[in-house]
């Protein structure tokens, strides 16, 4: 899946620094490259005392990066172990891949009994049937036998068999996942169902970073998880986070768009890295549970919200969703705005809902479409 990136050009020039991060949730030390850059004179001018640290590390199958400002490289350094450490914690909790992980022990005995859950997975579960029923259905967590089937599809170059799909297919119902506030309890309805935190996982994880940052005193922050980016207060001395958006049409050498971001969240759902091509057919990794085939066709679909999760669970229901439907959606929640890109008849098309920034609806060739562009679902 594509996302949102932080502009290279943006970082003023550094010099590397090593700093030695014990992750106790793993009882070992990594060793983090942290990158000290020096300050200009207009941030000094803003803020004498802060400085620009950088961390990476993979969790979730993919690298998670956090950019921060702080008065000293040792209280960067223990907010970066914190949010780190929050994230592998996430990480055991909301893994698909591992057969320990919270979820899959919630897949494999939900369906025989109520199964107590941590605050973190019903949390997101909650937040997910609230995007399923937004999106009527097209969003669903309950997804996993069909991602199993279109995963093993990637791996062997061939499309899953459609007696299979019709089988993963009747398992796939967000409805048959039932939650009880009252005992924090989830039942699943129906035995064999799996879920998968794919479409919303990671932007929940990265939303978790940026609080525990803030909670250390770090209030000038960017999360990026995996393509999921979050930022907090801007770095000194400027209004707002430079992120870059890498759309469907980049494969034609369209000049990617920036947005600037306070406050907020951005996703991009598209098929860049993950997809599937058959007999000249393009498939995305991207599944419509209503169907159980995967898209067709070159897409993206970017979404700005005032929080990470909802950006991410909205990338995908909205690449879902007829644009006109999509557009809707948008529209009527709070902080949200999206921009759809499709390849229609070997044109890239633009759609866009109301208050998605201007800089990304692209050079002057590219023309925000009307909405007559057939559903996808």
């Not at 949102?4 to 943006?10: I, V």
């Not at 000293?72 to 172990?81: D, N």
């Not at 909802?310 to 690449?319: E, N, P, Q, R």
């Amino acid at each position: 899946m594509r996302r949102g990136r932080t502009s290279d050009l943006a970082s003023p020039p550094f010099c590397a620094m090593t700093t030695r991060l014990c992750l106790r949730a793993r009882f070992f030390c990594l060793i983090l490259g942290v990158s000290l850059l020096a300050v200009s004179s207009g941030l000094l001018a803003a803020n004498p005392l802060l400085k620009r640290f950088e961390y990476s590390l993979p969790r979730m199958g993919t690298m998670f990066r956090i950019e921060m400002y702080s008065a000293s490289s040792a209280q960067a350094s223990k907010a970066a172990e914190a949010a780190f450490t929050r994230a592998e914690e996430l990480e055991q909790i909301m893994s698909d891949y591992r057969p320990d992980s919270e979820l899959m022990r919630l897949s494999r005995e939900g369906a025989t009994a109520p199964f107590p859950v941590s605050s973190d997975l019903y949390d997101v579960l909650a937040k997910s049937l609230w995007t399923s029923e937004l999106s009527r259905g097209v969003f669903d967590v309950s997804i996993g036998p069909l991602v199993d089937l279109w995963r093993g599809a990637r791996k062997t170059g061939r499309l899953p068999d459609p007696n299979e799909i019709s089988k993963a297919r009747a398992l796939v119902d967000y409805r048959n996942i039932e939650l009880d506030p009252a005992s924090h309890t989830v039942l699943l309805k129906r035995a064999g169902m799996k879920l998968d935190l794919g479409a919303i996982g990671k932007g929940y994880a990265a939303d978790q970073m940026l609080a525990v940052l803030q909670s250390q005193g770090i209030d000038h922050a960017m999360v990026v998880a995996g393509g999921e980016v979050v930022v907090g207060e801007p770095p000194p001395g400027n209004s707002g986070w430079k992120v870059v958006i890498d759309t469907a049409d980049g494969v034609s050498g369209t000049p990617p768009c920036s947005l600037l971001l306070r406050a907020a969240a951005v996703s991009t759902s598209g098929d860049e890295h993950q997809f599937l091509e058959v007999n000249g057919h393009r498939y995305s990794h991207v599944i419509n549970p209503a169907t159980g085939w995967a898209l067709e066709g070159e897409s993206s679909t970017t979404v700005i919200a005032r929080d990470s999760t909802t950006a991410d669970a909205l990338a995908t229901a909205l690449s879902l969703m007829s644009v006109a439907d999509g557009i809707r959606v948008a529209e009527s929640l709070p902080g949200v705005s999206a921009l759809w890109v499709r390849r229609v008849g070997g044109e890239w098309k633009y759609f866009a809902s109301r208050g998605f920034p201007a800089s990304c609806r692209g050079p002057a060739s590219r023309q925000i479409q009307g909405l007559a562009l057939p559903s996808r679902s």
